[in-house]
């Protein structure tokens, strides 16, 4: 079992995952990232679950403004069209 | 504790590219395709225009005003305002920043003074840090081989891969949910910027002043958290060996 290189441990590896997908690790930390994953399946699972996670946050929908603010705000813009018009 | 401004049901409005983890470090993007002709029908009195932006934009501005100020009630009144903002200021609008970037920036500011006059028990940067600095493992310790172990720090009870047509299921997403809703408040204002509205990480920290690397500690044990909330809905022997 391949669970632990010399430079990495798994729980190491778990607090970088965000890191490692924004691309704020340095290139030695990135370079031991990849190496870690491509040598431990475990991670690798882990990996994917927070890909998974970020996936599954996506579809969340954000609450809409309601039809009486909307009307409000058209009712808004008339005015300030109406006052450039003139 | 400010609630949460997520509705069901969950249609799936923004399945595209924001669904994926956004590789390389966030960069304020420029004048977005189409920000030229929109603020051109706009200066022109198009009300289309208008309602193109209050769809893009609405629900988004709320959820950022709410950060802000107190209830839902002066958030409203703070997007309502930033839109005659933006009506009264489109002229001024020279494309160097994108129009989004540019809209809310009116929002944050108008909802920092409002924030203030409602005198709001905590500014977020200070909320932020000490929620960033409080130290949290993403994974349970007992996970992981102890010291006196061969391999220290390697799974003892490692994640095992999640079936695919229960991750898709909506009462999933419901699980991802009220996972959000435990957050503390940085961590989920973060995340909902990040996650849900797709957000780079500098227009997350500009927007509420943190620095960047506050921003990714607090996305990484928000997102940490909820993936812990959905092994535990998905897998749960693995949580409890």
Redesign the interface.
């Known amino acids: 079992?391949s669970?632990?290189t010399k430079d990495i441990?798994?729980?190491?590896l778990?607090?970088l995952?965000?890191?490692y997908?924004?691309?704020?690790l340095s290139r030695t930390e990135r370079r031991r990232f990849r190496a870690h994953i491509r040598g431990c399946p475990?991670?690798t699972?882990?990996v994917?679950?927070?890909?998974?996670?970020?996936?599954?946050?996506?579809?969340?929908?954000?609450?809409?403004?309601?039809p009486e603010?909307?009307d409000?705000?058209?009712e808004?813009?008339?005015g300030?069209?109406d006052g450039?018009?003139t | 504790m400010a609630e949460l401004?997520?509705?069901l049901p969950?249609?799936?409005?923004?399945?595209d590219a924001?669904?994926?983890?956004?590789?390389?470090?966030?960069r304020a993007k420029g004048a977005a395709a189409g920000d030229a002709e929109i603020v051109e029908r706009l200066r022109d009195?198009d009300?289309r225009a208008?309602?193109e932006l209050?769809d893009r934009y609405?629900?988004?501005?709320?959820?950022v005003a709410r950060m802000f100020v107190k209830d839902r009630a002066s958030a409203?009144e703070v997007?309502?305002e930033t839109?005659?903002g933006v009506?009264?200021g489109i002229d001024r609008f020279e494309g160097r920043s994108s129009l989004k970037t540019w809209i809310f920036r009116i929002l944050t500011n108008r909802a920092k003074t409002r924030g203030e006059r409602d005198s709001r028990s905590l500014p977020f940067s200070a909320l932020a840090s000490a929620e960033a600095e409080a130290d949290e493992?993403?994974?349970d310790?007992d996970r992981?081989l102890g010291p006196d172990s061969a391999?220290?720090?390697?799974?003892a009870a490692?994640?095992?891969?999640?079936p695919e047509d229960r991750?898709l299921a909506k009462e999933?997403?419901g699980v991802?949910?009220d996972a959000?809703e435990m957050l503390p408040e940085a961590q989920r204002d973060v995340?909902?910027l990040r996650?849900?509205?797709?957000w780079s990480?500098m227009e997350v920290s500009d927007a509420l002043e943190i620095t960047?690397g506050n921003q990714?500690v607090l996305?990484?044990r928000a997102?940490?958290k909820?993936?812990a909330a959905?092994?535990e809905y998905l897998d749960p022997e693995v949580v409890q060996p």
């Open positions: 079992m669970l632990f441990a798994c729980q190491e778990v607090e995952v965000t890191a997908f924004d691309g704020s475990h991670c699972a882990y994917e679950q927070m890909r998974q996670t970020i996936e599954t946050t996506g579809r969340l929908t954000e609450e809409d403004i309601g603010a909307r409000e705000l058209l808004a813009f008339r300030w069209r450039r018009a | 401004a997520l509705t969950f249609a799936a409005k923004r399945q924001r669904l994926m983890p956004r590789i390389g470090p966030g009195g009300e208008f309602e209050i609405g629900a988004m501005m709320l959820r409203e997007v309502q839109w005659l009506l009264n493992p993403s994974v310790p992981f391999t220290p720090g390697a799974w490692p994640p095992r891969a999640w991750l999933t997403i991802v949910e959000i995340i909902l996650d849900v509205e797709g990480p960047d990714r996305l990484h997102r940490s909820v993936r959905l092994e």
